[in-house]
């Protein structure tokens, strides 16, 4: 789990230094540039900076150990950040529209031409920063680190909006300044389905839906290669931050003793734990296994 945290804590690192550079470098051409799009990028951009590093706190708070008062650990707090990652988002969505609109309704000065080049570049590394940080929030299941990298996503989405926006006041000419304005409030529509993207899956974490059915898959075969499991009749798994508790129902041969039954469950846990580094906890509850001659 120390390696998994690292690289969390890398990732989330990239994203609040990436969010803050591509921030100045959207607030300033969009200044010089008259790119209202931009910025409009570059506020996202702000909110970015702010929602990264909360990814980061709550990463390292979540993977706090147990202890007396919470003895499932802290990783709870994940989703929770992911709550807050959702708010900026949103946040952000909602300045963006309401600037958008403003901005419509006043004298548009045609974006300079420059901007194109430095959209096309922030399209390309906000991606690649995409593509990174999600990998990193798979290897270390870690929702508040795939909520950053949708974030990313969403900034990507925006920006190739916004350069299609005024690329239009280029191609089209006259009667089209204002498709800068109108792009920067389409982005605002997908900044909102995606701030639903990074939602959804954190209210089932926070629930503790039953949605982890190839982890449980994977449980069940492994069992049987333990000696003296019969069967898994019952398999849950929560979701615990980074990690995973699992609770099951382990069937073995009934005329077992006691210390037998014991012995078993606990190389089935030990079994568990090391072909899942990610789960720190298995409950067992042993039952007789129907039929079993």
């Known amino acids: 789990m120390k390696r998994l945290l690292q690289h969390a804590q890398k990732a989330a690192i990239l994203s609040v230094l990436t969010n803050t550079i591509l921030a ?21 951009s702000c909110a970015d900076i702010f929602s990264s ?6 990463i390292r708070y979540a993977n706090k150990p147990a202890d007396e008062d919470h003895p499932y650990g802290h990783g709870k707090a994940e989703p929770l950040v992911t709550f807050a990652v959702v708010g900026f988002l949103l946040i952000s969505a909602t300045i963006i529209a309401v600037e958008s609109i403003r901005h419509l309704s006043e004298k548009q000065e045609q974006p300079a ?27 270390t299941n870690s929702s508040s680190l ?72 994977g449980i069940r075969i492994e069992a049987k290669k333990v000696a003296g499991v019969v069967d898994i009749e019952k398999c849950w798994a929560r979701k615990n931050g980074m990690s995973y508790v699992v609770d099951l129902h382990l069937e073995i041969d009934g005329h077992l003793s006691v210390f037998e039954g014991h012995a078993i469950s606990h190389a089935l846990k030990d079994h568990l734990m090391e072909v899942y580094p990610y789960i720190t906890e298995v409950l067992i509850h042993i039952e007789p296994a129907p039929n079993f001659s």
């Open 113 to 139: 031409f420059f901007t194109l080049y430095v959209l096309a570049a922030i399209i390309v590394i906000k991606e690649l920063s995409f593509r990174y940080v999600y990998r990193k929030g798979q290897q």
């Open 24 to 44: 100045v470098v959207k607030g300033f051409a969009g200044i010089v540039g008259h790119s209202d799009a931009l910025i409009a990028d570059a506020i996202e």
């Open 146 to 217: 795939k909520a950053d990298a949708w974030h990313h996503r969403s900034d990507a989405l925006s920006s190739l909006i916004a350069f299609l926006g005024i690329l239009a006041t280029f191609l089209f000419g006259k009667g089209f300044e204002k498709a800068d304005d109108w792009a920067a409030l389409i982005a605002s529509v997908f900044i909102v389905y995606n701030a639903y993207k990074i939602f959804r899956p954190a209210l089932g974490e926070i629930m503790d839906e039953h949605n982890h059915h190839d982890l449980i898959d």
């Open 53 to 58: 590093f909360l990814v980061l706190i709550g």
